[in-house]
Structure formats: structure tokens, C-alpha cells
């Protein structure tokens, strides 16, 4: 596609569920980072992948957080026994190489019941 | 850590005024600073970015300056226009690391 597609974009559950939330970059892009935005916050760093590999997944808020990314190019990102701090928009970005401008996806809004 | 602060939170300007906004890096390793619109529902947009051997770069109505030695760079908007009223971010990357990190966001209002 013709940018970052990031699904879905809304996302209601109850509290104590697991939800998947899916980016797909745009296509060639080698580098893929995924951002969390609380309400009226800036962007929190959450993972960084290059091509297939995270080399730091310190930014992940807990053990609930994963995130995968395969054949270097979709990824998601992975909340286990969601709480309601959870609740926030969660975006992702793409850029041809880590070096490069970053293009972001509308994200996917996150509301924990 | 490294850290941005990005000030002010809020600014309101009449329309045809110029408007800035500050940030102030602490890592003085950061050599790619880049700056995003985001308007209310969207995604956040690239306006425009500096690396750190250029001192300013401009792009119509819309600048950004780069001051290494204070390690902070600012974004400058001339002859407002509504259209202009979103919140802006800055953000900065350090040289060999994929880690950006942003500030805490400006929200601009255009006054017609």
C-alpha cells in the first residue's frame, strides 16, 4: 500500500482479555517502531524492529507487552490480560532504514472496559 | 536518560502572526531532529527535519534552526493560518541508535 496500515483501528475489550494489534509498513521499509499515545500525551517508545529482530525491547511496559515482526514486514504487537491503564492510542511507524524519516499509521485506539 | 523538553504546551497566535516552538535535547550525541504535525484523530505527519550539519533549514512557511553548542532547535511557523492549528512534536535521534524521542507536544491555535 501506499502507507503504514495499521488494523484495527479501534479496539473495545474487557479488562483481563488478550488483543492483537497488526501494522503492516509500507513495503521495502526495513525498519518498524511502535509507539503508545495516551490521551492529550506524547509518543512513548515501545519497540524497534529491524528486519525481524527487536534489539531492544526495553521500552515494552510489562511482560504482558510482545511484539513480532515477520518476513520483514507485518508485525504485532501482543497485549496479554489487558488492564485499564492500557487504554491509549498505539502507533506505528515505519522508515526505509533506521536513518530515515519515520511515516506513521492513523493507529489503533485502545479502550479497556 | 536522554530527554526532550518541548515548550510551550499550549500557543495561541492570530492568524498571519508567527508562531514558535522550543526544544531542548540532552543526549549531545542526537544528530537527527525531526518535527511532526498531528492533527486531532490523525496520524502524526513529518513537516520537516534538520540533521545536526545544517544550521536551519526552511520549506516554504515553515523553518527549523539547530543550535548544537545550547543542544536545542526550534521550530518556526510565519503568516499563521488556521489550517496550522494542530499539536506539533519534536523529536530527536542519536547518531548509530533507531531510538527517537519526542517531547511532550505544542498545541497550537490559529485565531481567525
Known amino acids: 500500500g501506499a502507507g503504514v496500515s495499521q488494523s484495527p483501528s479501534n479496539k473495545v475489550t474487557e479488562k483481563g482479555k488478550d488483543v492483537e494489534l497488526r501494522c503492516d509498513p509500507i513495503s521495502g521499509h526495513t525498519a518498524l517502531y511502535w509507539y503508545r499515545q495516551s490521551l492529550g500525551q506524547g509518543l512513548e517508545f515501545l519497540i524497534y524492529f529491524q528486519g525481524n529482530s527487536a534489539p531492544d525491547k526495553s521500552g515494552l511496559p510489562s511482560d504482558r507487552f510482545s511484539a513480532e515482526r515477520t518476513g520483514g514486514s507485518v508485525s504485532t504487537l501482543t497485549i496479554q490480560r489487558t488492564q485499564q491503564e492500557d487504554s491509549a492510542v498505539y502507533l506505528c511507524?515505519?522508515?526505509?532504514?533506521?536513518?530515515?524519516?519515520?511515516?506513521f499509521g492513523d493507529g489503533t485506539r485502545l479502550s479497556i472496559l | 536518560g536522554e530527554n526532550v523538553e518541548q515548550h510551550p504546551s499550549t500557543l495561541s497566535v492570530q492568524e498571519g502572526d508567527s508562531a514558535v516552538i522550543k526544544c531542548t535535547y540532552s543526549d549531545s550525541a542526537s544528530n537527527y531532529f525531526p518535527w511532526y504535525k498531528q492533527e486531532l484523530g490523525k496520524r502524526p505527519q513529518l513537516i520537516i527535519d534538520?540533521?545536526?550539519?545544517?544550521g536551519e533549514k526552511k520549506d516554504q512557511r515553515i523553518a527549523v534552526t539547530l543550535n548544537k553548542t545550547a543542544k536545542h532547535f526550534s521550530l518556526h511557523i510565519t503568516e499563521t493560518q488556521p489550517e496550522d492549528s494542530a499539536v506539533y512534536f519534536c523529536a530527536a535521534r542519536t547518531s548509530g541508535t533507531y531510538k527517537y524521542i519526542f517531547g511532550t507536544g505544542t498545541r497550537l491555535k490559529v485565531l481567525a
Open positions: 511507524a515505519s522508515s526505509l532504514v533506521s536513518d530515515q524519516p519515520q511515516h
Open positions: 534538520i540533521r545536526s550539519n545544517v
